[in-house]
Structure formats: C-alpha cells, structure tokens
C-alpha cells in the first residue's frame, strides 16, 4: 500500500516535470527564431563593423598606400585598417597625425614637401596613440614629426571606448620595451586580459538590443544609398571625385566629410549640437577628473617620442560655441577645463607647440566654422594651422 502512494506521487512529479519541460521547450521555440534573427542581423549588418574581414581592411589599406581615394559608406575598423596601412609602408612618413575623428581633417597640404599620413581614428584613446606609434616602430619607420590630438576623453578611465583593443598588442608591446609596469605580478597577464575582455565585449554585441538598434539604422540608410554594392558590412569603393554624398578617405588618410554634411546651414547644426546632449552624446567627456594612471601613461609616451628626436606638436581642437559654453560651465562636463591647462602647462615645460583651444573663442573660431558640435570644417581647419604654427610643415614649430 505504502509502496503503491509513493509509485503514484513520484508518477505524478515526473509528469509535472515533463510539463513543466514541455511548456518551457514550447516557450523556447517561440523566442527562438527572434533570437536568431537578432543574431544573425547583428552579424551581417554588423554597424560598428567589429566582425569585419580583415581582408576588407587590407584592401582598403592597400588602396591608400597606392595613392588611391576611398568613399566608404559604412561604420568600418579604422584601427585595423591603421594596423594594415602601417604593416604595408616601405618608406617612413616623416609626419604623421594621431587622434580622433576632431583630427581626421589634417592633411598633407599643411606639411609641404613632406611625406605625410593621418592616422586618426574614430573616438580614438591614448591606447589607440600608443598602439600606432608602436606598429611604427617595430616597423623601423618612425616618423619626424607627430601631430597629437589631444581630446578630454583619453583621460578618462570611464570613456566606454573598447575598440582600442583591436591594437592592445602594440599597446602593451610599447609598455613592455620602456619598462613601464616593469616588476609588476600582473604585467605579464594584461594583454592576455584585456584581450579577453574585448573578445567577450565583441561577441555579446551579437545578442546586444541596442546594436541591433544601429543595425536597423543601418539598413534603413541603405535603402537611400545610391551604392548598395553586395555586401551590407564595409562598403566601398575607389573614387577620383570629391563631391559624393559619403565620406572620403583620402590617400593621405585625412577624411573628406560628405557632400550632406558640408553643406549644413547653422540652424540645423545648432539643432544637431542641442540633440547631441539630450542623446548622451558627450558621455565620454562627462568624467570628474584625469585619471593619474593614464596621465603617467600619456606623459611616457609623448617624453619617449622627445627622446627620438621627433618634434611633438599638440592639437586641441574646439568644440562648438553652443556645445562648448554647457560643456565649460557645467560640473559634469568642466573637466574639459582642467585637461587643457594641464595639457598646455605639461607642453610649456616640454617645449611643445600648441594648436587651437576646446574654447572657439580662443582660436577664433564662430558657429560657421563647425559641421556639428564636435567638428570643425575641413577650411577652418586649414586656416587654424596656416595662422598658428605656419612654420610647423618645414620642422620649426612657430605659435601664433
């Protein structure tokens, strides 16, 4: 009797756990495909490009050492594509730009007479300078001249910046070869480490919202494109022309912006620039202070490319006057404030010329000189080089 209560009762668990099961395996397969459509939307899109073929790159980067002009209409990784351009050089570049896309306007016009090369990337970090300057290095072919453009955000422990990863090899092997974290228990596992955490950063995006967020933008821009092209990832093309209504990376690694955005009116930058703060668009410059550790780090790359020899010329470009008035006067943004006299008091006791100001107004610069909060047109740029270091192209710095 007792024998046949508990036969009944573990009867009845199975049972209830065979439904339970069943009802889970049912919910399953209704959230399935919606899985696999965010995944495989995210990987093909792919917006910010962090699983593109390294021989998309390549190709790319080989154009540019051919002297040839690139349109590329799509989000692409520019570190890779550095990586690949500095791997296929066989003559040294004696000048060469490292920043973010506030640098991506230098050009070799600026430098006449001398081998030039923009090395910018988007939302670039210190790690991204210090990567760039290693692959030349280990290459053989140092530059004579570096341009740095000298953001807030490099200074920020917090920036969410993790494509820099992509070069953290070089990072590291720079850190290594003048000692810096020498004796360290942990040195030896940082480029293990972090590259690890990117590799993790980059395969979550598969199931990530938000980039399948980007990703929809991403498709419906494609649909307005008038060069589709095969592929949805990196798409490009060589091009002699300079009005196209997409971005043109030019041989000499400055970047041509697009017809539609050159041709803004003030109003609709100004738009722009107050919608870039209510979409978060300045996070990276909302930090309370410099981070000591990457202070030191910025302080031992820039003394080591004094000790070769290379003459160092700091970039500070401004930001917009609507953007850079909130950015200067608030709590959450004033740091920007400090970084620059920090960054011109360590270039006075270095003999380091400095170009521009975060502050328009210091260099002279108005609404009209901007493409949006963040970007100085590609003339205004020209024109704050002309005035401010005119003797900079021939190797003797000279500070307006």
Known sequence: MVSSIFSSKSAAHRERVRGLTVGLIARAAVFLPLVILLV??????????????????????????????????????????????????TERNEVVV????????????????????????????????IGLLELYREKGLLPRTVVLGVDPWIFNEHNHVETWRTLDIYTYNFFSFVG????????????DINT????????SQ?????????????????????????????????????????DVELSDGSMLASRSSRMRENDEILRNVKAAFILGHFARQAFSRRDPKLTHEFEVFVKYLLREKIQVVI????????????????????????????????????GIPVIGSYGPKACGMTESDFS?????????????????????????????
């Open 206 to 246: 598969l199931l990530s919202i938000s980039y399948f967020q980007s990703a929809l933008q991403r498709l419906r821009s494609l649909a307005r494109d008038d060069h589709k092209g095969s592929l949805l990832r990196v798409r490009y093309y060589p091009t002699g022309r300079t009005d196209l209504d997409a």
């Open 180 to 191: 810096l974290y020498a004796g360290s228990p942990a040195s030896s596992l940082l480029n």
């Open 315 to 350: 970039w500070l470009a401004p930001y917009h006057p609507y953007a850079y008035d909130i950015l200067s006067a608030s709590d959450k943004y004033s740091v920007i404030n400090e970084v620059e006299n920090y960054v011109r008091d360590f270039a006075d006791g270095n």
């Open 40 to 89: 495989l939307v995210n990987y093909i899109v792919d917006p910010a490009a962090i699983f593109t073929s390294d021989d998309t790159m390549r190709d790319i980067a080989s154009r540019l050492l051919r002297n040839e002009n690139v349109a590329i209409l799509s989000d692409h990784n520019d570190r890779l594509l550095q990586k690949f351009y500095i791997e296929g050089l």
């Open 98 to 129: 490292f920043g973010s896309s506030r640098s991506h306007q230098i050009g070799e016009r600026l430098f006449p007479g001398r081998t030039f090369h923009n090395n910018s990337v988007m939302a670039s970090t210190l790690g991204d300078y």
């Open 372 to 400: 949006d909060a963040i970007h100085l047109k590609r003339e205004s740029v020209n024109k704050m080089f002309a005035s401010d270091l005119g003797g900079a192209g021939s190797g003797t710095a000279r500070l307006g």
């Open 196 to 203: 690890r955490v990117f590799k993790i950063y980059k395969y």
